[in-house]
């Protein structure tokens, strides 16, 4: 598996951070109105932006066997 540092830049939009999370973008749209995921918005826009380090500092925070797989993002495996 790629690692995320050398495949996605640090500014994400959310098709490129739901592809970073692997879920559906209409997914990562529903969390953050949930207000589950780190997120960014421009000032009066609907636009949203996410910064990659962030989003696999939450990722790794979460319960679970989350770790593993930014383990594995991080080593390419």
Request: net charge negative; aromatic share 6%; hydrophobic share 45%.
């Given at each position: 598996?790629?690692?995320?540092?050398?495949?996605?830049?640090?500014?994400?939009?959310?098709?490129?951070?739901?592809?970073?999370?692997?879920?559906?973008?209409?997914?990562?749209?529903?969390?953050?109105?949930?207000?589950?995921?780190?997120?960014?918005?421009?000032?009066g826009g609907r636009e949203l932006?996410?910064?990659?380090?962030?989003?696999l500092a939450w990722l790794a925070?979460?319960?679970?066997d989350s770790q593993s797989l930014?383990?594995?993002?991080?080593?390419?495996?």
């Amino acid at each position: 598996m790629p690692a995320p540092e050398r495949d996605f830049p640090p500014v994400l939009t959310a098709a490129m951070a739901a592809d970073l999370l692997q879920v559906h973008v209409e997914s990562l749209r529903r969390m953050v109105r949930e207000g589950r995921v780190p997120c960014h918005r421009f000032p009066g826009g609907r636009e949203l932006r996410f910064l990659r380090d962030e989003l696999l500092a939450w990722l790794a925070a979460l319960p679970g066997d989350s770790q593993s797989l930014v383990d594995d993002w991080v080593t390419g495996r």
